[in-house]
């Protein structure tokens, strides 16, 4: 089962996937969200999905996830189809969804023991985990008694303990400071390089996706659709230095030139709400 | 002398000792606090609290002798002090077939709260079919109530134990199941997301996201069933704080009817404390952050 050859996996595979939510507002009823979605990421490669706000990147991963069914098109993992069947991804969500009355040790055992592993096991093994992750001194507090920081490498280490080949990450360091996000994009680069699972990560931050990613995906403003993949010509590991780097900056710069001709000019936006 | 205050220890020391005053009961409280929400009653009686009391009752005892009130019509504090300490046998008495009372009713509601609130969680059907049953249920007085329980059930202890559970089972289910409401749809699909089925989903998110509104409404629920079991004691017992209360005033000792209550506010104000007592037992963890950031 391990390695093997690029082939053999199919990793992940969206295809055609559409989605609607019912909107009164609207005069159809409703809100386009993906606008049919085509997509694959290889297994064991890291995907970035950038794209407007509000342009449907957390509910494709909610569809992924198995949280949401698609009105139409299909998601399989490893050729197996699982929208609509939760279980088979790690989903770390947005905001981090710590539980303030559990301990970060408590958070870290509690996919083992949803899946039956026996608490003190399970206790073990997250202590573990978490003294990997450099969390080994705090596995007794709550989350309100831990920075930012630390509470986003305990809601990464809930989601990687279930041990699933694929992730998927919601802007994972969205709420951080650039200097605690910074360190925490070499630490994950360097937990990807070790365990070399399928990621598909939704970020704001281009440079987030450059430092990370393998390959990057452009989602149009809503309804969404894939409208670039860009690949990421990086060798790993990536090093602090690579942000300096002149091919680094210029990528950035470009990704960011397509990203911003994506949205209407501030000055023709309609107004959103019409005056009366 | 003002340098020596002004440089290292001494001059540190009141605010150090302020902290270590303030502390445990800051904390204390702000566990109680469901998130997000502002809490209740702190259930903290703090020096202001017990200066206005002891304001009140030199003014009370002051007037009783200024004006030469006769006890019959309003007793002075230091004559219901001397009636406690004289029938301090026969009160405690009374109020352990009370307590026993309000403690036994108090946890078959409890029970039985747990039980429908649950229900009514899993089940949308039974919460539709039972919720507006509830509110109804809590329209109809009971102190209409507690005769007829006391013509089914007779004069044993089994009437007034129902009386309570009739009071308390309200607060309870309500903020029980009021507390399954506020738990966050995106912590229970995550659960889903580990593959966790409806019992995880009740065990790890739902019952955690519940207890701080549940001990809300046990707070309220405790200080509630001593008063029901006074009430059901007093429709007809042959022991209890409420028999006590109709025996005082029938024979118009004012001071004792002052000392029975007296003791009766004491037993509800430890109702009062068990309850903050156990929910600072079950709420760990302390506030979240989660409103701090948002």
């Excluded at chain 1, 989350?143 to 303990?161: D, F, I, K, T």
């Excluded at chain 1, 200097?179 to 390089?193: D, F, N, P």
């Excluded at chain 2, 059907?125 to 509830?134: G, N, Q, T």
């Amino acid at each position: 089962m391990a390695g093997g050859g690029e082939g053999s996996s199919a990793g992940l595979e969206i295809c055609g996937v559409r989605k609607a939510f019912p909107d009164p507002k609207r005069p159809d009823g409703r809100l386009n969200v993906l606008d049919g979605i085509d997509l694959a990421v290889p297994a064991g490669r890291f995907f970035a999905l950038v794209g407007p706000s509000g342009s449907g990147k957390s509910t494709l991963l909610d569809i992924v996830a198995g949280l949401v069914r698609p009105d139409a098109g299909t998601v399989h993992f490893s050729g197996a189809p699982i929208d609509g069947r939760p279980g088979t991804a790690a989903y770390m969500m947005q905001d981090d969804l710590l539980f303030p009355w559990q301990t970060i040790r408590e958070h870290v055992a509690l996919p083992l023991l949803v899946r039956g592993v026996r608490r003190r096991e399970a206790l073990r093994q997250a202590e573990a985990i978490l003294r990997d992750f450099g969390l080994g001194a705090f596995v007794d507090r709550y989350p309100s008694a831990l920075s930012g920081g630390m509470r986003q490498r305990a809601a990464l280490a809930r989601a990687l303990v279930q041990g699933t080949a694929l992730v998927l990450l919601d802007e994972p360091f969205g709420r951080l400071d650039a200097l605690t996000r910074a360190s925490l994009q070499e630490w994950l680069e360097g937990v990807y390089r070790r365990e070399r699972r399928t990621i598909l990560m939704v970020t704001h931050d281009v440079e987030e996706a450059l430092y990370l990613a393998d390959r990057i995906v452009v989602f149009s403003p809503r309804p969404a659709r894939v409208v670039d993949v860009v690949e990421v010509p990086f060798d790993r590991p990536r090093t602090r230095s690579l942000r300096a780097d002149g091919a680094f900056v210029r990528l950035k710069a470009a990704l960011l030139e397509r990203l911003l001709a994506l949205l209407p000019e501030p000055g023709d936006r309609p107004a959103s709400a019409p005056f009366r | 002398m003002p340098g020596d205050e002004a440089g290292g220890g001494g001059g540190r020391r009141p605010f150090v000792r302020a902290a270590a005053r303030l502390r445990p009961t800051r904390r204390a409280t702000a566990r109680l606090r469901p998130e997000g929400r502002a809490g209740g009653a702190s259930g903290r009686f703090r020096w202001e609290a017990a200066a206005s009391l002891g304001a009140l009752m030199l003014g009370w005892e002051g007037a009783v002798r200024a004006f030469h009130v006769p006890a019959w019509l309003l007793p002075a504090p230091s004559a219901v002090v001397r009636a406690f300490w004289a029938e301090r046998t026969v009160l405690l008495d009374h109020a352990a077939a009370t307590v026993t009372e309000a403690a036994a009713g108090l946890g078959l509601a409890a029970l039985l709260a747990v039980a429908v609130a649950t229900a009514m969680a899993f089940f949308a059907a039974v919460r539709a079919a039972l919720y507006p049953l509830l509110v109804v249920s809590q329209t109809v007085p009971i102190i209409a109530l507690a005769p007829l329980v006391i013509v089914w059930f007779g004069y044993g202890m089994l009437p007034k134990v129902l009386v309570v559970a009739l009071v308390t089972f309200f607060p309870l289910a309500v903020s029980l199941a009021e507390g399954y409401r506020t738990a966050d749809p995106r912590r229970l699909a995550l659960l889903r997301t580990m593959g966790g089925g409806r019992w995880a989903a009740f065990r790890y998110v739902l019952w955690p996201s519940a207890l701080p509104s549940f001990f809300a409404g046990l707070r309220i629920a405790a200080t509630y069933s001593v008063t029901g079991a006074v009430i059901g004691e007093w429709l007809g017992a042959t022991k209890g704080l409420g028999v006590y209360l109709i025996r005082a005033s029938k024979s118009f000792a004012i001071e004792r009817l002052f000392a029975a209550i007296a003791v009766i506010v004491g037993v509800s104000l430890l109702f009062f404390a068990a309850a903050e007592f156990m929910a600072r037992l079950s709420l760990r963890g302390g506030p979240t952050m989660d409103a701090a950031e948002r």
